[in-house]
T-cell receptor, first 113, second 110 residues
Framework: SQTIHQWPATLVQPVGSPLSLECTVEGTSNPNLYWYRQAAGRGLQLLFYSVGIGQISSEVPQNLSASRPQDRQFILSSKKLLLSDSGFYLC????????????FGPGTRLLVL | LAKTTQPISMDSYEGQEVNITCSHNNIATNDYITWYQQFPSQGPRFIIQGYKTKVTNEVASLFIPADRKSSTLSLPRVSLSDTAVYYCLVGDTGGFKTIFGAGTRLFVKA
C-alpha cells in the first residue's frame, strides 16, 4: 500500500517569505498526486493535481505553485507568502486499486505571521 | 463532478447507531460514492465505497437507493473515538479529481 511523507510537519513563516513543502510517495508508481489546503474548521480545497512528471493543473488562482520533478515527488511552493496562506496542507495520492480512493499524507500546518 | 450535500453536524451518544445521509442529485452513471473520515490535524482516511445497493465492511455500511441520488453512511455502535468529520464524495473510477465538501462533523458523547 501507498505511504505518503510530508515535511515539515509544522512551519511558521513571516509574510513575504518563500515556501517549499515537499511530498514523497512510496509503494506505487506513476500516481496521481494532489495538494489540498484546509482552513481551520473547514473542508478541503483542492489546489493542484498532477498526473505525471512535469504535468501540473491548478484548480484555484493564487500565489502558490506546484512542481513534480520526479514520479513520486510533489512540491508546493510560493515566492512570497500571504497571511491567507496559513492552513493545513495535505498531499494525497490516488490509489492504485482502480477505485476512486485517495491516500493522504500527515499534512503540514503552516502559520504565516 | 457531482456536488454533494451533507448535514453540517450531528450529535450522538456512545453505543448508538449513526446514519449520515448525503445528497448527490447529479450523480453520473460512472460515479462511485466514497466516504472519508478525518480527525483533527490528520489527513482524511478512506472508510467505504459503493456504487449501488448496500456495501458493508468492518467499519461501516453504505446504503445506496436505486436512483443513487443519495447515500447513507451507517456507523454501528459509535464510540467517543468516532468523533470526526465525515466526507461524502462522488466521482468516477477513471477520474482523478476529488471534490471535498464541508463534511459532517459528528460529535459522540459519553
Amino acid at each position: 500500500s501507498q505511504t505518503i511523507h510530508q515535511w515539515p510537519a509544522t512551519l511558521v513563516q513571516p509574510v513575504g517569505s518563500p515556501l517549499s513543502l515537499e511530498c514523497t510517495v512510496e509503494g506505487t508508481s506513476n500516481p496521481n498526486l494532489y495538494w489540498y489546503r484546509q482552513a481551520a474548521g473547514r473542508g478541503l480545497q483542492l489546489l493542484f493535481y498532477s498526473v505525471g512528471i512535469g504535468q501540473i493543473s491548478s484548480e484555484v488562482p493564487q500565489n502558490l505553485s506546484a512542481s513534480r520533478p520526479q514520479d513520486r515527488q510533489f512540491i508546493l511552493s510560493s515566492k512570497k507568502l500571504l497571511l491567507s496562506d496559513s492552513g493545513f496542507y495535505l498531499c494525497a495520492c490516488h490509489g492504485t486499486s482502480g477505485t476512486e480512493t485517495q491516500y493522504f499524507g500527515p499534512g503540514t500546518r503552516l502559520l504565516v505571521l | 463532478l457531482a456536488k454533494t450535500t451533507q448535514p453540517i453536524s450531528m450529535d450522538s451518544y456512545e453505543g448508538q447507531e449513526v446514519n449520515i445521509t448525503c445528497s448527490h442529485n447529479n450523480i453520473a452513471t460512472n460515479d462511485y460514492i466514497t466516504w472519508y473520515q478525518q480527525f483533527p490535524s490528520q489527513g482524511p482516511r478512506f472508510i467505504i465505497q459503493g456504487y449501488k445497493t448496500k456495501v458493508t465492511n468492518e467499519v461501516a455500511s453504505l446504503f445506496i437507493p436505486a436512483d443513487r441520488k443519495s447515500s447513507t453512511l451507517s456507523l454501528p455502535r459509535v464510540s467517543l473515538s468516532d468523533t470526526a468529520v465525515y466526507y461524502c464524495l462522488v466521482g468516477d473510477t477513471g477520474g482523478f479529481k476529488t471534490i471535498f465538501g464541508a463534511g459532517t462533523r459528528l460529535f459522540v458523547k459519553a
